[in-house]
């Protein structure tokens, strides 16, 4: 199975300030048809994961500008421009290229 | 709008059984892949099973191969998971997700503890 590691485990933000999740996985993620099933899913705490972003960039309705995705091959990074209180949570990457693999996650709190 | 409602969670002695239900409403149930995917107490996510639209499709976690059955009926737009001969770490939320490359919408869970 694919191996996808995140980092960092734990990241403590300031309000309004940027934060950045990078994504790494053991095998190339672009598929066959040439897409590149790379998601992002947020949880927050007591709810189911919510997907952010698919693909590597493409924003799911409803989620807002602040949330980003980028990378190709097996490097991915999820980015907030600026971090809001509601954004604490625990960010997973997960790869659907091969048999479904998540990252183990990054907790973002607010210092 | 996409709604998945998981049923069925409970206690289970080790070596025990449970059938796990989701109902799906909001889209064309049998166009889907679905998943099931778990998260162990305070533990990350975990892929288990998925099932592809007409049923004919199916992969299993090797954690559950061969104790866990996957089926859906889409004449009753509904996905279940039975699990035979549970163990202490099978012990988890189960999630019943739309899709199997692509997932994207999530039910809220039914925790399944399996304990003696």
């Known amino acids: 199975d694919v191996v996808m590691t995140q980092s960092p485990l734990s990241l403590p933000v300031t309000l309004g300030q940027p934060a950045s999740i990078s994504c790494r996985s053991s095998q190339t993620l672009v598929n066959s048809d040439g897409h590149t099933y790379l998601n992002w899913f947020q949880q927050r705490p007591g709810q189911s994961p919510r997907r952010l972003i698919s693909k590597v960039s493409q924003r799911d309705s409803g989620v807002p500008d602040r949330f980003s995705g980028s990378g190709s091959g097996t490097d991915f990074t999820l980015k907030i421009s600026r971090v809001e209180a509601e954004d604490v949570g625990v960010y997973y990457c997960?790869?659907?290229?091969?048999?479904?693999?998540f990252g183990g996650g990054t907790k973002v709190e607010i210092k | 709008q996409v709604q998945l409602v998981e049923s069925g969670g409970g206690l289970v002695k080790p070596g025990g059984s449970l059938r796990l239900s989701c109902a799906a409403s909001?889209?064309?149930?049998?166009?889907?892949?679905m998943s099931w995917i778990r998260q162990a107490p305070g533990a990350g996510l975990e892929w288990v099973s998925y099932?592809?639209?007409?049923?004919?499709?199916?992969s299993y976690a090797d954690s559950v191969k061969g104790r866990f059955t996957i089926s859906r009926d889409n004449t009753k737009n509904s996905l279940y998971l039975q699990m035979n001969s549970l163990r202490d770490e099978d012990t988890a939320v189960y999630f019943c997700?739309?899709?199997?490359?692509?997932?994207?919408?999530w039910g809220q869970g039914t925790l399944v503890t399996v304990s003696s």
């Open positions: 099932i592809g639209g007409s049923g004919s499709d199916i």
């Open positions: 909001g889209f064309t149930f049998s166009d889907y892949y």
């Open positions: 997960v790869q659907g290229t091969h048999r479904l693999t």
């Open positions: 997700v739309r899709g199997s490359r692509e997932i994207g919408s």
